[in-house]
């Protein structure tokens, strides 16, 4: 009989190292299903960063994000700056992902996802110092990718 997703969080809690091990393998399977479901409603014309945009918005509209009280002058010079960092950060991380897509994984787990380095360490099976230096190494390069773009 398979263990519920209750009795894994349970056992999880209780420091159970193996049942938290199946709990994030069950309940990433589920997030990964439920998003390539939504990628195929899509056409499959969805990048991570089109998908975020998607979900920020959502969010936002529920607390009232529609309404926004700006300058337009103000509002159109920062929103054209933030448009193109946006641009040099998505192209540097294309960049990189065509290179290793190890590193950009990496950097979804740390940056987007907030993750902690021993989180990563848990979920990739590796010691901290690889995953610590996967993380350097991909800083440095969109670091650099970035700072050729602008």
């Known amino acids: 009989m398979e263990p519920t997703i ?3 969080i349970a056992d999880a809690e209780s420091g159970n190292r193996e049942a938290s091990d199946a709990l994030f393998t069950a309940l990433y399977s589920d997030l990964h ?6 990628l195929a409603r899509n056409a499959g014309e969805l990048t991570l960063g089109l998908i975020i945009d998607y979900a ?7 607390r009232g994000g529609k309404f926004e009280i700006a300058s337009i002058e103000t509002d159109v010079v920062d929103r ?8 040099r950060i998505s192209d540097a991380l ?7 897509p190890l590193l950009v994984q990496v950097v979804d ?21 690889t995953v610590q230096r996967h993380w350097e190494k991909a800083r440095i390069s969109l670091h ?7």
């Open 33 to 38: 299903r439920t998003a390539r479901g939504r």
């Open 6 to 8: 209750s009795s894994l």
């Open 94 to 100: 294309d960049g990189l992902a065509a290179v290793d």
């Open 56 to 62: 920020r918005n959502r969010r936002a509209q529920k």
């Open 80 to 87: 054209s700056h933030d448009d193109k960092e946006l641009t």
């Open 144 to 150: 650099g990718a970035i700072g050729r773009s602008a």
């Open 109 to 129: 787990l740390e940056f987007f996802c907030r993750f902690s380095l021993a989180e990563i360490t848990a979920m990739r099976g590796q010691s901290e110092r």
